[in-house]
C-alpha cells in the first residue's frame, strides 16, 4: 500500500466494486492511504479476504457478490453505513469482458451480460448508494470507463461499446445529482491487471513501445486519478471522464 500522502480522506468512508485485486484495489489503497474507511465488493470471499488484509481490518470490510445482484447491493452499502456510519463515495469499478473476437459473431447473450455488469450495475450501485446515503448527505462518484469506450477497439469491440455507454451515463448523472453529487470517470488504456493479461502477456515490451511514455499502466496509476476526482481538490469537475492512458491514444492506439 502506498505511505499516506495527505488526509484529505481523513471521515470519508468509501465503496469500492470490483475490489478484490487490480484497478479495484488500487484505489482502494489510495483511499486507505489518505484516511478513508473503505467497503470492498467481489465475487470470491476469499480473494476479498486477502484484500482487507493489506488495506488493514480497521480500515477495510468486504461483502462478497456478484455486482450486477440488486441483493448484493443493498447489503454492501447497508453494512458500510452500519460499520462505518456514512457513505461519502462510490466507486463503480466492477467490468467483465468474456469475450474476444469480432463483434459480427459476438454471442447475444454475452452481450448483454456485458451490459448488465458494465452499465447497469453501475447504475444500480449508484441509485442504491443515492437512496440510503448520498441523495440527503451529497458526495463523490468515479466510474471506471476504458480508453477502448472511446475509439474503435478491434476484438474487444462490445467491451469498449458498454464503455462508451458508461462514459454517458456519467454525464447524464453528472446534470441530474449536482450540485451536491459530483460524477466523474476515468478512462485507462492497458494496465498491469490479471484482467488485461491478454492484451500484454509475452509481449509487454512491443505493447508499451506505442505509449509515449514507454510503459503500460499499472493500478497505482489509476488510483491517484480516481483519488484526486473523489477529492475537494476536483471540487468544480464533473461530468468528466480522465483519460489515463500512457498518451498511446494520441498515437491512435487503445
Not at 476479498?48 to 450486477?68: M, S, T, Y
Request: glycine residues 12%.
Amino acid at each position: 500500500m502506498p505511505n499516506a500522502v495527505s488526509d484529505r480522506f481523513r471521515d470519508k468512508v468509501a465503496v469500492v466494486t470490483g475490489a478484490s485485486r487490480g484497478i479495484g484495489l488500487g484505489i482502494a489503497e489510495r483511499l486507505v492511504a489518505e484516511g478513508a474507511k473503505v467497503c470492498i465488493t467481489a465475487r470470491k470471499q476469499e480473494a476479498l479476504d486477502e484484500a482487507v488484509k493489506q488495506l488493514g481490518a480497521d480500515n477495510a470490510i468486504a461483502v462478497a457478490g456478484k455486482a450486477h445482484d440488486p441483493d448484493h447491493q443493498a447489503e454492501a452499502i447497508s453494512r458500510t453505513i452500519e460499520t462505518f456510519g456514512s457513505l461519502d463515495l462510490l466507486v463503480n469499478n466492477a467490468g467483465i469482458n468474456p469475450v474476444y473476437g469480432p463483434m459480427i459473431e459476438l454471442d447475444l447473450d454475452a452481450a448483454r451480460k456485458i451490459v448488465e455488469v458494465n452499465c447497469l450495475s453501475a447504475l444500480g450501485w449508484t441509485q442504491q448508494a443515492h437512496k440510503e446515503w448520498l441523495g440527503e448527505h451529497g458526495g463523490a462518484i468515479v466510474n471506471v470507463s476504458s480508453a477502448a469506450g472511446r475509439k474503435p477497439a478491434p476484438g474487444i469491440g462490445f467491451y469498449g461499446a458498454s464503455k462508451a455507454m458508461l462514459t454517458h451515463i456519467t454525464e447524464e448523472l453528472a446534470v441530474e445529482l449536482g450540485p451536491s453529487i459530483r460524477v466523474n470517470g476515468v478512462a485507462p488504456a492497458v494496465v498491469k491487471t490479471r484482467f488485461a493479461t491478454a492484451l500484454y502477456e509475452g509481449r509487454e515490451s512491443e505493447v508499451a513501445a506505442a505509449y509515449p511514455l514507454k510503459r503500460l499502466g499499472v493500478p497505482e496509476d489509476i488510483g491517484s486519478v480516481v483519488a484526486f476526482l473523489l477529492s475537494d481538490d476536483a471540487g468544480w469537475l464533473t461530468g468528466q471522464t480522465i483519460v489515463i492512458d500512457g498518451g498511446v491514444t494520441l498515437t491512435g492506439g487503445v
